[in-house]
Structures are given as C-alpha cells and as structure tokens.
C-alpha cells in the first residue's frame, strides 16, 4: 500500500492509525501506558501536538543546530578564537566547546556572535570554576537572548549534596543546562538505566531549585547500535513529556543536543570512522534530534583539518540532502521503531523503580548496582559481537590480518563517575 505523506483529505492521526492497522501493528490505545494515577505515557503521535492536518506535515521545519566541535585544550584564546570564526564561515551553525582550563572568554569568544549561534559548554575541568567564568562573561556582555543559545552540560556527581549546592549557584538568565547522558551512554551503561538516570536527575533539579526547568534539556549521543540510536531521543521526549504531566511542572519543549559517540571510535584506519559517523548523523536527524555535533573521524588529534571540515559537512550534507527536517518525526506509525520506543520506555521506567529505592539517583550511580548493571550489559553485547550476532556499524565482520585495534584518547571529566568505565569501554 502507498503510504504517501501528502494525503489532502487526512489528518496526521488517521495517516498514522491506517499505517499501523496495514502493518499489523498494535492500535494507538495500545501503545499507551497508565503507570500510576497520574503517569500516563502516550505514543509520541497522539499527542496534542501531533494533530495537525496533512499539509503541516510537509512545511519546513527548523533544521538542527550543525555544532562544531571545538576541543583546544591548552591553546591561547586567540587560537581558540580563530578556530571558532574559520567553522562558523564554513557553514557551521553551533559550537560543541569542550573546555579543560579556564578561558579568556572576552578573548576567545570575541567575534563570535553568542546571541546568535547555538553553544554548547561542556566542563572538562572543575565546573564550577568554569561555570562562574562563563556566567561573569555573558552578565558583563549583557546578551540578552543568550538563554535561549547558551547551553551549558550538568555534571554527574555521586555526591548529592554537592550537586544541590552546583544547582544553587546555577543562573538561568544567561543560560540553559542539559543533562548529560551522552556520558553514561559511553560507559556502557544499558539505554533504559540511561534515561532513567536522566529522569531522576530531573527529579533532583524540580526538588532543588524549579525554576530551572524552563531552560533543561538533555545532550545525548550515538553509539553506532543503529536501532537504539534511532529510537533514543523519541523515547527520551515521551519520557520527558509524560514527566511533565505527571508534576505539572513549567516546562516547554526540551531541547535534545546529540553527538556521535567517542567509544567506538577505535579502529587503526580512521576512514572507517569516518564511515560509522556517516551513518550515527542520520541516526541523530531521523532521531530527531535539534542540534548535532559530529566528531572528527580522527578523535584523537582534534586540529587535524581534514578530520574537522569531514565532519562538519558530513551533519551539513546529510540535513540538506535528506530533507529529514521536512517531517515532525519521520519513524512515527512505524511498527517496528514504535515498539522498540515502547520497549525502550518499559526498560527505562523498570530501572527508574531500582533508582527509586535509593535516597538520590546520586546515590544510585556510587552503588554496585550501577557497577554490576554496565558490566552485565557490556559482557552482553561483548559475546554478541563475538558470535557474530551483532556488528559495529562500518566495520567488517572478519577483521583484516593487517589492521589492529587502539584505545582512543579519552579526555575524562573531572570527578566523573562515568569515568572509570568510559576508559575500560574498548569494544563497544
């Protein structure tokens, strides 16, 4: 059967329920899950918001934010400067900055227009140092829409009492803040217990400080496990919509910042690198996914030119040439994506109740629960791939007698607990 987007007498709902009735799919109704009195999980189409008449399906939506990833280190500000500058001209729409040591910001970040470009902030180093540096610079420069562009990564910590004090301190009239689960997901922590860890996180900021939720979205990334990477971010938004009915809490649409993963990004020929990120950025714009940042193939050496303009316009090209950013949501009504979302959710509230029995998901992630959950799931995967069962995105199933397989260079966030486990993470 034709299932042609531009039907001019049907609105996106009847569409979606002909889909799923033709493709022996389960009904809307269910697909919705009552988790308690006033938790109700729905289907990422029947929301409100979804039911709009065929001819909104096709209008041009905003594309992702294209972010280029800007990690320098010990290098002086006018460096940083100059780097920033040469990828916004070259077509670059956001900045991805890793920061180590404390910055020149005026210096660095003098021509780049903050008000205008979406940025990410990820603290490498003591984030609460970093922090008060950018929030001094953007107060000093008074930009007044830097809120909504400015977006800076929260830390993991396993003690609870020391991110309450972070959120404290924490201004969102100069910026927004994501929750990282790009980190945990690297570790190889199993991607429902990801987006639990992301729900209960949530939680901590809506009990501290409220008022921060307005500007809370999430960053996460992809791993290369191509059906996971697809359906991640649609069952973070249901997750995260269905939170917000449940505590009524002020909070508008989230914004999901995504980036290929590092941890996979180890074989000897960096070209097969660069083959697995062609295929992680689709994964992140049919995900949908509002910003992206691609990884140069060549991780580990971050100023190789080649590697940065490669991947800067692999997240270019793929946008326009794909025209993804055309739909709402491209895999809505799928049988097989919507299950796996639904599935994914299942997982992700079974671990939210682990998480729960804790005094703080904090408390969660310093526990052998956490440890003995990643080292079950990558043993998991790890007999998979050697059977057979399961292949890495660009990578041959024999591996050739002549190439050999290297660590990467992992930079670790300071005081992460993530860390331990992101640098044992060799194979997936």
């Not at 009552?34 to 905003?62: L, M």
């Amino acid at each position: 059967m034709n299932f042609n987007l531009l039907f001019d007498q049907q609105t996106e709902s009847q569409w979606l329920e002909l889909w799923l009735k033709e493709s022996g799919g389960k009904s809307i109704d269910e697909f919705i899950k009552e988790v308690d009195n006033h938790f109700v999980i729905r289907p990422y189409y029947s929301h409100e918001s979804a039911k709009v008449t065929s001819s909104d399906i096709v209008r041009t939506y905003s594309e992702p934010v294209v972010a280029d990833w800007i990690d320098f280190g010990n290098f002086p500000a006018e460096k940083i400067n100059s780097e920033i500058l040469k990828s916004l001209i070259s077509g670059a729409t956001g900045l991805y900055v890793n920061v180590y040591h404390q910055l020149n910001w005026e210096t660095a970040l003098r021509e780049v227009g903050m008000e205008y470009i979406t940025s990410v902030f990820d603290f490498r180093g003591d984030f609460s140092a970093g922090y008060r540096n950018l929030e001094a610079f953007l107060s000093l420069t008074r930009l007044e829409n830097s809120a909504d562009k400015v977006k800076v990564v929260l830390p993991w910590t396993t003690n609870a009492e020391l991110f309450r004090e972070i959120l404290l301190d924490l201004n969102e009239i100069h910026s927004g803040f994501l929750i990282d689960l790009a980190e945990p997901l690297e570790a190889g922590v199993p991607p429902g217990q990801a987006l639990a860890l992301g729900m209960g996180m949530l939680h901590e900021i809506y009990s501290v400080k409220p008022t921060l939720l307005k500007k809370i979205g999430y960053l996460t990334c992809c791993n290369g496990l191509v059906y996971q990477d697809f359906v991640l971010n649609r069952a973070l938004r249901l997750l995260h919509l269905s939170w917000k009915a449940k505590t009524g809490a002020d909070v508008e649409s989230v914004y999901i910042h995504t980036r290929t993963g590092r941890s996979d990004l180890i074989s000897i020929d960096h070209h097969t690198n660069l083959i697995k990120n062609s295929i992680k950025v689709i994964s992140a714009i049919v995900s949908g996914a509002d910003g992206i940042t691609v990884l140069p193939y060549k991780t580990g050496d971050a100023h190789n030119a080649d590697a940065l303009r490669l991947a800067r316009n692999q997240a270019l090209i793929a946008i326009h040439e794909s025209k993804l950013n055309r739909y709402r949501d491209p895999l809505a009504g799928s049988y097989a994506f919507e299950t796996m979302t639904d599935g994914l959710i299942d997982a992700a509230l079974d671990h939210l109740e682990k998480i729960n029995k804790y005094p703080s998901v904090f408390d969660f992630i310093g526990s052998l629960d956490l440890t003995n959950s990643v080292n079950s799931y990558r043993k998991k995967l790890t007999d998979e791939f050697i059977k057979g069962n399961r292949i890495l995105i660009g990578v041959t199933k024999f591996q050739p007698k002549d190439e050999t397989l290297k660590s990467i260079k992992i930079d670790s966030k300071e005081g992460s607990p993530f860390a331990p486990f992101v640098i044992q993470n060799e194979f997936l």
